[in-house]
T-cell receptor, first 115, second 111 residues
Framework: NAGVTQTPKFRVLKTGQSMTLLCAQD?????MYWYRQDPGMGLRLIHY???????AKGEVPDGYNVSRLKKQNFLLGLESAAPSQTSVYFC??????????????FGPGTRLTVL | SQKIEQNSEALNIQEGKTATLTCNYT??????LQWYRQDPGRGPVFLLL?????KEKRKERLKVTFDTTLKQSLFHITASQPADSATYLC??????????FGQGTELSVKP
């Protein structure tokens, strides 16, 4: 099993450009998440999904959109990139059952720089 | 809102000693608490989970305690090795059912 994979690993954008980050998991997990990690801020939840076809906002959703058309994939889109979106983005998945503990499996991250 | 505090200062210890990392939280009392390890340039990796009715949990050289009265968890690595050098993140579920993470504490084990 590859676990959680993310594409691309690195990307440099100019302000105003758009891009999509792809996350894929092969563990048949129901839940998927997108986080950003900034120095001194820890991991912050952007959006998440509790199943195919569902999405919901996390702590810092502004400027991002997501889609979960297939259970194994979770896409994060930036429609008009801003320098404040320079960060490392992590995708995670979990097999969480109702009332169960949410142990998450993380991808390797995407380092995004917006100039 | 739920807050997690981990010591932001790096912890430097000598190989063979026990490393102790602290995680304090405020407000809502979680049903369980987790610890993750993160190496530079990589995603966090789950290490241990401890539930509110468990005082202590062990896994090989790792030990986690959970004091719901003090609202604190301690993470211990005994007989530490240079390979244990990493950032360790504490995480707990908030009232909204979402996992929130501390900033992490960087551990450096010197040979």
């Amino acid at each position: 099993n590859a676990g959680v994979t993310q594409t691309p690993k690195f990307r440099v954008l100019k302000t105003g450009q758009s891009m999509t980050l792809l996350c894929a998991q092969d563990m048949n997990h129901e839940y998927m998440y997108w986080y950003r990690q900034d120095p001194g801020m820890g991991l912050r939840l952007i959006h998440y999904s509790v199943g195919e076809g569902t999405t919901a906002k996390g702590e810092v959703p502004d400027g991002y959109n997501v889609s979960r058309l297939k259970k194994q994939n979770f896409l994060l889109g930036l429609e008009s990139a801003a320098p404040s979106q320079t960060s490392v983005y992590f995708c995670a998945s979990s097999p969480r059952a109702t009332g169960g503990a949410d142990t998450q499996y993380f991808g390797p991250g995407t380092r995004l720089t917006v100039l | 809102s739920q807050k997690i505090e981990q010591n932001s200062e790096a912890l430097n210890i000598q190989e063979g000693k026990t490393a102790t990392l602290t995680c304090n939280y405020t407000n809502y009392s979680p049903a369980y608490l987790q610890w993750y390890r993160q190496d530079p340039g990589r995603g966090p990796v789950f290490l241990l989970l401890i539930r509110e009715n468990e005082k202590e949990k062990r896994k090989e050289r790792l030990k986690v305690t959970f004091d719901t009265t003090l609202k604190q968890s301690l993470f211990h690595i005994t007989a530490s090795q240079p390979a244990d050098s990493a950032t360790y993140l504490c995480a707990l579920e908030n009232q909204g059912g979402k996992l929130i993470f501390g900033q992490g504490t960087e551990l450096s084990v010197k040979p």
